[in-house]
């Protein structure tokens, strides 16, 4: 049976993220990512597999951006045994590196888990932003 004590032990493992992205620290990201990662990320290509494609996204935004903020809002877990999932709404926000400030966008996540030798490891991610059937373009100015 699930406890509160693992769900916060997943909410702790989330938090880190937005402190890791904050610090620009890849090798704090690497420990919350599982080596065979799925990433279902904003940008191309469709699916960014295996933890270095991971940590590349998250370079690739260390390289955009002089500050980094991340948010986390509304995240709803389901633990059970060894797996888990959450979903909730993301925003990164920050600095640019030409200077320009940016709040960022709000985008729908879902996070799922699996316990590893006692640790809580994401195997799998997806970020997405809705999309106006009409136009085809992604709705980006939506908040939670």
Known sequence: ??????????????????????????????????ADVVSFDVEPPLQHVGLEAKLKNWANVFAFFRDVHYEVRDLTLTVDGTVAFGHGFGRLSGTLESGAATSGMWVRVTLCFRKVDGNWLITHDQVSVPFDMRSGRGVVDLEP
Not at 3 to 8: G, K
Not at 14 to 33: C, F, N, P, S, T
Request: hydrophobic share 40%; no cysteine; charged share 40%.
């Open 1 to 34: 049976m699930p406890t509160q004590h693992e769900a916060d032990e997943i909410r702790r493992k989330v938090d880190r993220i937005a402190e890791a992205l904050h610090a620009k620290d890849l090798d704090g990201l690497r420990q919350i990512y599982a």
